[in-house]
């Protein structure tokens, strides 16, 4: 038997949820989450500035692209088109490593191609470290770092995760060492 509460949510957050997400299609959720409308930190993000721990709407706006499934998929790819052929300049590449997650979500281990082919991409270099993290997430994995990945830091939102330490070994020493593990 489940107890059944009613759910009361702020007024802010509900008004928050429907401006975000809800009834809007693929392409404006994608467009949304790489700031190419009038929304929240814009003008902060597009200078490079962090809106780390600010309510923003990425998150409802990415429950929602995860929501509509395999739907989404051709806003996303057309987006990541974009950022493949333009790079930096692409009007996708702001926040584009957040649609590299929902892609991730959204398509499990069949996303793992299509992030591994952006990886190897010159033009896309500065979006290593999110692919990555990506990548790792579409197989399940904590960790996966690329060979092309050098082990600079990168400043996160999140703050350090677990798996930095194994990241910032480098390609060469995790084959040693996950061989060394397994004798």
Request: proline fraction near 7%.
């Amino acid at each position: 038997m489940r107890l059944r509460l009613p759910l009361r949510l702020p007024v802010w957050m509900a008004l928050a949820c429907s401006a975000y997400g809800q009834g809007r299609t693929p392409s404006d959720l994608v467009k949304f989450i790489t700031f190419q409308v009038d929304r929240p930190g814009r003008e902060a993000f597009l200078m490079g500035m962090s809106n780390c721990g600010q309510e923003n709407g990425d998150d409802e706006a990415v429950r929602s692209l995860v929501g509509l499934g395999p739907s989404a998929i051709p806003a996303i790819e057309r987006a990541f088109l974009s950022v493949e052929s333009e790079g930096a300049r692409s009007p996708f590449a702001p926040n584009s490593s957040t649609l590299f997650d929902v892609y991730a979500r959204i398509k499990g281990r069949a996303a793992f191609r299509r992030l591994e082919r952006m990886l190897h991409r010159p033009r896309l270099e500065f979006l290593v470290d999110p692919l990555d993290r990506a990548i790792a997430s579409s197989l399940a994995l904590t960790s996966h770092v690329s060979v092309s990945r050098g082990t600079g830091r990168t400043f996160d939102c999140r703050g350090p995760q677990p798996r930095e330490s194994l990241d910032q070994l480098g390609p060469e020493s995790r084959t040693s060492w996950a061989c060394a593990n397994n004798h």
